[in-house]
């Protein structure tokens, strides 16, 4: 769940700069909605870290013994 201005500033690929040109099209965010999920498993507040978010989604996984510590 992270801002449009935050998804932007991490594109390493740049793709969104590619969809604000036109070179990409139903890119979700610049000309396709986004849809956010009615029941999501895990929200992550995307403008935080990447590595406090990872340990967030690392968490998770070994609670729910998807992966082991």
Do not use: H, M, W
């Amino acid at each position: 769940d992270t801002p449009l201005a935050v998804c932007e500033a991490r594109d390493p690929k740049g793709l969104y700069k590619k969809a604000r040109a036109g070179e990409l099209r139903n890119f979700t965010g610049i000309d396709s909605v986004y849809e956010a999920p009615e029941q999501p498993e895990i929200r992550l507040a995307g403008e935080q870290l990447v590595t406090k978010l990872t340990a967030q989604l690392l968490d998770l996984l070994r609670r729910r013994d998807i992966i082991k510590s």
